[in-house]
T-cell receptor, first 111, second 117 residues
């Protein structure tokens, strides 16, 4: 069965304290691995798409990487405005465009 | 680019009434749209996949007759919650795929908060 697991469930960081969020996935064939940011009461905001192992993408303080079993979202020198829930989702090659979502990591960055 | 809107953003209705939520892709055509439900501090739960011009595909456990989905055009999908009850209160989010070759990313709307009293 296709499955996506995120860890940790919640993370508190001091401003400037770098860390990584993990997304482990099991899908029959990976079409894409997606990262989103979600603020309370809002819809998810697209961050990155990764398609193949070894691929990396960067945006400001965020960097996403992909292996054959997991993806990492690295946050370098985070700021309080990076506080949000980060969601990853896997899309399989099964013929539909459905996402399999992880449960998310709630990040809190303290000033 | 790739902006998705939802209307209304918040709605309060009485038990037994029906509520319609609209999802529009503003700057692209979307052959496929999705409807999700999200409970507090939980991830998104897929309710159904909506394809333009055809019947929606519902996930297991989602009542088709209660959650009516219509995808009448390439930029509009609607979700109607029929005979709403307090347990239907939730945050409903739609997403859309541009459908361009190689672009499988879902772009999400801002969500609709439904409260049934």
């Amino acid at each position: 069965e296709d499955q996506v697991t995120q860890s940790p469930e919640a993370l508190r960081l001091q401003e400037g304290e770098s860390s990584s969020l993990n997304c482990s996935y099991t899908v029959s064939g990976l079409r894409g691995l997606f990262w989103y940011r979600q603020d309370p009461g809002k819809g998810p905001e697209f961050l990155f798409t990764l398609y193949s192992a070894g691929e990396e993408k960067e945006k400001e303080r965020l960097k996403a990487t992909l292996t054959k079993k997991e993806s990492f979202l690295h946050i370098t020198a985070p700021k309080p405005e990076d506080s949000a829930t980060y969601l990853c989702a896997a899309q399989s090659t099964s013929g539909t465009y459905k996402y399999i979502f992880g449960t998310g990591t709630r990040l809190k960055v303290l000033a | 680019g790739a902006v998705v809107s939802q209307h209304p953003s918040r709605v309060i209705c009485k038990s037994g009434t029906s509520v319609k939520i609209e999802c529009r892709s503003l700057d692209f055509q979307a052959t496929t749209m999705f409807w999700y439900r999200q409970f507090p501090k939980k991830s998104l739960m897929l309710m159904a996949t909506s394809n333009e011009g055809s019947k929606a595909t519902y996930e297991q456990g989602v009542e088709k007759d209660k959650f009516l989905i219509n995808h009448a055009s390439l930029t509009l999908s609607t979700l109607t919650v029929t005979s709403a009850h307090p347990e239907d209160s939730s945050f409903y989010i739609c997403s859309a795929i541009p459908g361009l070759a190689g672009n499988y990313e879902q772009y999400f709307g801002p969500g609709t908060r439904l409260t049934v009293t």
